[in-house]
């Protein structure tokens, strides 16, 4: 009887961890110098989103035309002005329902080629990040292995 009392909350606790909390695996350089290709995040499905957040967005606009899954730092939410750094945007404030979002890379595929990120897009927003083992050995990405 204790078993499976067990066994139902270990399933509950799993269920309720798959519904809140998402693992995503870094690809690319776009967020260098703070995140390297082949990291590990863990970022959590409805928590709040702030200026210097790292968020996982979906995005319909990225190379190849499919969508893919984007890690990048938000810039600016609804309400604040927007950086001087994004002349393509007419606007002065970031309107409702969207964010800015910038990458760490001086060259990074963000908002100052995709324009505002709908809220709505957002995955989730990072709690912390996973360092696998090739970092703690000294390695920066799994090309230099």
């Known amino acids: 009887m204790l078993l499976i009392i067990i ?8 269920v309720v961890m798959r519904a809140t909390l998402v693992v995503v695996r870094v690809r690319g350089g776009s967020m260098r110098p703070t995140l390297f290709d082949g990291d590990l995040l863990v970022g959590a499905r409805c928590r709040p989103c702030r200026t210097g957040s790292l968020i996982v967005f979906r995005s319909e606009s990225s190379p190849g ?7 990048k730092r938000v810039a600016a939410v ?3 002005l927007v950086p001087l750094d994004f002349p393509e945007l007419s606007d002065r404030i970031v309107p409702p329902e969207v964010f800015l979002v910038r990458g760490d890379a001086a060259r990074s595929l963000d908002s100052r080629q995709l324009g505002y990120i709908s809220i709505s897009a957002v995955v ?13 050995a ?5 090309n230099d292995i």
């Open 78 to 80: 609804p309400g604040q």
């Open 65 to 71: 035309g499919r969508d893919s899954y984007l890690v």
């Open 124 to 136: 989730a927003v990072t709690i912390c990040g996973l360092i696998p083992f090739r970092r703690l």
């Open 7 to 14: 066994l139902c909350v270990v399933f509950a606790l799993v």
């Open 138 to 142: 000294g390695k920066q990405s799994e």
